[in-house]
């Protein structure tokens, strides 16, 4: 007889619970999503995959990276009527105090996505639709909003909803992004350490332009790339998301220095606030305070461990970072390639049991890298947005630099090579087990 598969609760159907939901399926390891909202819920915004992320879809499951390239924009495409020596570029970054109209404005210099599988952007809320779309019926239950965790009898977990509905299972996944309730039991309560994210220091007003009305302001070359323009305490970033055509969009990301240490929402459950094209206009003519989306992080409370027993947390609810590096999202993809191959290992004797060696491995593998993310991401900002020493005008060159060193962290790491890693670890661990 084979050895008991692990019954799995994920939390949270972000893009992250989603992508672990389509794993998990690809490797017939039974599980379940719970998940607080009524349907899928994405913002109406860009996200842009490295190839990290690449890598990591492929490893995930095949059709899921066919899918991705069937749906997102590829930046290695030539750029619209443009130059094809410009394929693969990831952003051109500008010097956003230059008088120069947009139409015309010259990039300070630029950033390649390299490393073979180039870079994609797709739009959220679709990108959800399509992962949805990949998760066998059933196994996501909308409408489940998570209040507890307890042990259970039979060594796994009891979860309470705030429906008044418990669910067993083996183990616990937290999925829950930014706010995630289950760190804030993992680690003890909402007081603990590591149980709340901070604010960054930074918001970011959000919106998507029609490609057409796009092009009309700023020109078909320049909303054909992605564009950074850099400035004191602001900057600004655009990027085309959809293919060519009357459906395609420019994302828009403006992020703000706050001159206020803390974010002034009442709303526990909601980061953003309302805010008008004045708010966006004011802030960046006169550097005033506006409302938008808050950028919470992990940076000033890291996890020290991503486990407790037979619970564990990735994706956001891990390691919530800002979104300098464009790679948040690709660092849950690495988390699920990882975590998926680690429960598949064959060498197991009981996977059941083995789940806290598992989830001791995962951690032991994945938290160092993303909390650099976390880390890295606060500083690439503060590059962006010259508040470091020698970055501004007179240093593009040693910026371009820096940039480029720390994608190619992002970027280039050897994921196969990470997960026989992992691997090894666990089967170290499992062995140790067996013996005592
Ligand atoms: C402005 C901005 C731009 C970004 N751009 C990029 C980019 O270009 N590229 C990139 O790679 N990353 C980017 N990121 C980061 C990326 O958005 C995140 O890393 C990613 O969306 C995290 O996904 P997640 O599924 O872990 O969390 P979330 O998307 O937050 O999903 C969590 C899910 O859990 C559910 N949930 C929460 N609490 C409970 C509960 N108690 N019970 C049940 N369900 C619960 C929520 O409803 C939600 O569905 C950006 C982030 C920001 C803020």
């Given at each position: 007889?084979?050895?008991?598969?692990?019954?799995?609760?994920?939390?949270?159907?972000?893009?992250?619970?989603?992508?672990?939901?389509?794993?998990?399926?690809?490797?017939?390891?039974?599980?379940?999503?719970?998940?607080?909202?009524?349907?899928?819920?994405?913002?109406?915004?860009?996200?842009?995959?490295?190839?990290?992320?690449?890598?990591?879809?492929?490893?995930?499951?095949?059709?899921?990276?066919?899918?991705?390239?069937?749906?997102?924009?590829?930046?290695?495409?030539?750029?619209?009527?443009?130059?094809?020596?410009?394929?693969?570029?990831?952003?051109?970054?500008?010097?956003?105090?230059?008088?120069?109209?947009?139409?015309?404005?010259?990039?300070?210099?630029?950033?390649?996505?390299?490393?073979?599988?180039?870079?994609?952007?797709?739009?959220?809320?679709?990108?959800?639709?399509?992962?949805?779309?990949?998760?066998?019926?059933?196994?996501?239950?909308?409408?489940?909003r998570l209040e507890g965790i307890v042990d259970g009898e039979r060594?796994?977990?009891?979860?309470?909803?705030?429906?008044?509905?418990?669910?067993?299972?083996?183990?616990?996944?937290?999925?829950?992004?930014?706010?995630?309730?289950?760190?804030?039991?993992?680690?003890?309560?909402?007081?603990?350490?590591?149980?709340?994210?901070?604010?960054?220091?930074?918001?970011?007003?959000?919106?998507?332009?029609?490609?057409?009305?796009?092009?009309?302001?700023?020109?078909?070359?320049?909303?054909?790339?992605?564009?950074?323009?850099?400035?004191?305490?602001?900057?600004?970033?655009?990027?085309?998301?959809?293919?060519?055509?009357?459906?395609?969009?420019?994302?828009?990301?403006?992020?703000?220095?706050?001159?206020?240490?803390?974010?002034?929402?009442?709303?526990?459950?909601?980061?953003?606030?309302?805010?008008?094209?004045?708010?966006?206009?004011?802030?960046?003519?006169?550097?005033?305070?506006?409302?938008?989306?808050?950028?919470?992080?992990?940076?000033?409370?890291?996890?020290?461990?991503?486990?407790?027993?037979?619970?564990?947390?990735?994706?956001?609810?891990?390691?919530?970072s800002t979104p300098h590096h464009g790679s948040g999202a690709g660092?849950?993809?690495?988390?699920?390639?990882?975590?998926?191959?680690?429960?598949?290992?064959?060498?197991?004797?009981?996977?059941?049991?083995?789940?806290?060696?598992?989830?001791?491995?995962?951690?032991?593998?994945?938290?160092?890298?993303?909390?650099?993310?976390?880390?890295?991401?606060?500083?690439?900002?503060?590059?962006?947005?010259?508040?470091?020493?020698?970055?501004?005008?007179?240093?593009?060159?040693?910026?371009?630099?820096?940039?480029?060193?720390?994608?190619a962290i992002c970027w280039g790491i050897d994921l196969d090579k990470?997960?026989?890693?992992?691997?090894?670890?666990?089967?170290?661990?499992?062995?140790?087990?067996?013996?005592?």
């Amino acid at each position: 007889m084979p050895p008991p598969r692990p019954n799995l609760a994920i939390i949270g159907a972000g893009i992250t619970g989603t992508t672990l939901s389509i794993a998990l399926t690809a490797r017939s390891i039974p599980h379940t999503v719970y998940e607080q909202s009524p349907s899928a819920t994405e913002l109406g915004a860009g996200l842009g995959f490295g190839p990290n992320a690449a890598r990591a879809m492929k490893i995930i499951d095949p059709a899921l990276w066919e899918t991705f390239m069937r749906v997102s924009t590829r930046r290695d495409l030539p750029r619209l009527g443009g130059d094809p020596e410009k394929e693969a570029m990831w952003i051109e970054f500008l010097d956003g105090t230059l008088s120069s109209s947009s139409t015309d404005a010259r990039a300070a210099f630029g950033v390649v996505a390299g490393f073979g599988e180039g870079h994609g952007a797709v739009h959220r809320a679709k990108w959800l639709e399509v992962l949805m779309g990949m998760v066998p019926e059933g196994v996501v239950r909308f409408g489940k909003r998570l209040e507890g965790i307890v042990d259970g009898e039979r060594g796994g977990v009891v979860l309470t909803f705030e429906d008044g509905i418990t669910a067993e299972a083996d183990a616990v996944v937290g999925c829950d992004g930014v706010k995630s309730k289950v760190r804030e039991i993992m680690v003890g309560g909402r007081e603990s350490e590591g149980a709340r994210c901070g604010y960054s220091g930074k918001y970011a007003y959000r919106c998507m332009i029609p490609m057409d009305k796009a092009v009309e302001e700023i020109g078909r070359e320049r909303a054909g790339v992605s564009s950074l323009w850099m400035g004191h305490g602001r900057h600004v970033l655009t990027f085309p998301v959809g293919k060519p055509g009357p459906d395609q969009l420019l994302n828009l990301v403006a992020f703000v220095t706050d001159s206020n240490e803390s974010w002034p929402s009442k709303d526990a459950r909601s980061l953003a606030l309302p805010a008008t094209r004045e708010d966006a206009l004011q802030d960046f003519e006169q550097g005033g305070f506006g409302k938008s989306w808050a950028l919470f992080d992990l940076a000033d409370a890291p996890l020290k461990s991503f486990y407790s027993g037979r619970i564990l947390v990735i994706g956001d609810a891990a390691h919530a970072s800002t979104p300098h590096h464009g790679s948040g999202a690709g660092f849950c993809m690495e988390d699920v390639a990882v975590l998926s191959s680690l429960l598949e290992d064959p060498n197991k004797p009981d996977t059941a049991r083995d789940l806290e060696a598992v989830f001791a491995a995962f951690d032991g593998n994945r938290r160092e890298r993303d909390q650099w993310l976390v880390e890295s991401s606060r500083r690439a900002a503060d590059l962006y947005e010259w508040r470091l020493p020698n970055t501004g005008k007179e240093n593009f060159e040693g910026m371009k630099k820096d940039i480029e060193d720390r994608q190619a962290i992002c970027w280039g790491i050897d994921l196969d090579k990470a997960i026989r890693e992992a691997k090894a670890d666990l089967r170290q661990r499992t062995s140790q087990a067996t013996k005592m």
